[in-house]
């Protein structure tokens, strides 16, 4: 029944997913072309050039801005990930060898006993 439950969740995630597919490609777009006015702004010395990026820096904001239906889409692309991880069922061993950190505090407790 968990599988079925992981398979329905991980289905309407990727429904969602898709469906917010082009307002993500327009956040993303919309908020590196406000980096790059930021940035331009920041870099410029006379005045006209700040107008001209503050102006550029608007509507890359108003873009970015109408497209946040996208955080939708990267809340499902988030819970695709954790279907995805759970979908094994497999818990990673917390007592592994190969990490030289989870038996820390017995090691040094050994140590301080010598």
Do not use: H
Not at 13 to 34: D, S
């Amino acid at each position: 029944m968990k599988k079925f439950g992981l398979f329905l969740l991980g289905g309407i995630a990727a429904v969602i997913l898709l469906a917010n597919l082009g307002p993500m490609i327009g956040l993303a777009i919309g908020l590196v072309i406000l980096y790059f006015s930021v940035k331009g702004f920041m870099k410029a010395e006379t005045t006209s050039k700040k107008v001209i990026w503050a102006v550029i820096g608007i509507i890359a904001a108003c873009s970015a801005i109408s497209n946040v239906p996208a955080l939708l889409g990267l809340a499902a692309a988030y819970v695709l990930y954790v279907v995805y991880k759970n979908w094994s069922g497999k818990k990673q061993d917390s007592n592994d060898d190969s990490d030289p950190f989870v038996n820390f505090e017995k090691q040094w407790a050994e140590m301080n006993r010598n």
